[in-house]
């Protein structure tokens, strides 16, 4: 790394820029209580929190929408309704 060539462009020669970025990008997010996360769960989430940290969410949603949109079909058998709470179980 040419250190001299950076600073006089005024880049960071440093890890802490980079450390800082990952702790808020990162860690914040993915390591809250019980959290887990597989490989492309948390790859999606990543993917959405830098573009709203960065201020690119949407140009990168108008990508990501048309590759991740598909359409839902409800299957009637398949689907359990909700309780009012209000008494309407039979007995």
């Known amino acids: 790394m040419n250190y001299a060539e950076h600073l006089s462009r005024n880049l960071p020669i440093g ?18 209580s019980g959290m887990r996360w597989r490989c492309p ?5 990543l993917t959405l929190r830098s573009l709203i940290q ?3 969410f949407d140009c990168g949603w ?15 058998d398949n689907v359990i ?11």
């Open 54 to 56: 960065s201020g690119w």
């Open 62 to 76: 108008m990508l990501l929408s048309v590759t991740y949109r598909a359409k839902v079909n409800m299957v009637s």
């Open 41 to 45: 769960g948390g790859q999606g989430i």
């Open 81 to 91: 309704p909700f309780s009012s709470g209000k008494g309407d179980i039979e007995r």
């Open 15 to 32: 890890s802490g820029v980079i450390e800082a970025s990952c702790k808020t990008l990162v860690t914040q997010r993915m390591k809250c």
